[in-house]
């Protein structure tokens, strides 16, 4: 499953939101209805799901479905880096 479907399935299951609702332009707040504890929620979810450290100031900018993905792959890219450098 690749990271865009793994965050579309946790968007749908944490926002109760339907399967066409969750595109990459779907904003958490004005068009999935996402509370502030919903939001936090939802990056714990993605830090569990895939491993990382979400800072909340990074997690703050992260306003849509895509900007999430486009965040973890990013994320998932310098983890693996370091992992093959030995670096934390």
Known sequence: MSVEERVNKIVIQQLKAKEDQA??????VQDLGAESIDS??????????FDIEILPEEGERV??????VDYIEKELREKNSNDKTGKS
Not at 40 to 49: P, Q
Not at 63 to 68: C, I, M, R, S, W
């Open 23 to 28: 595109t990459r332009e779907a904003r958490f």
């Open 40 to 49: 936090i929620e939802l990056m714990a979810a993605f830090e569990a799901e």
């Open 63 to 68: 306003q849509t479905v895509g900007e999430a």
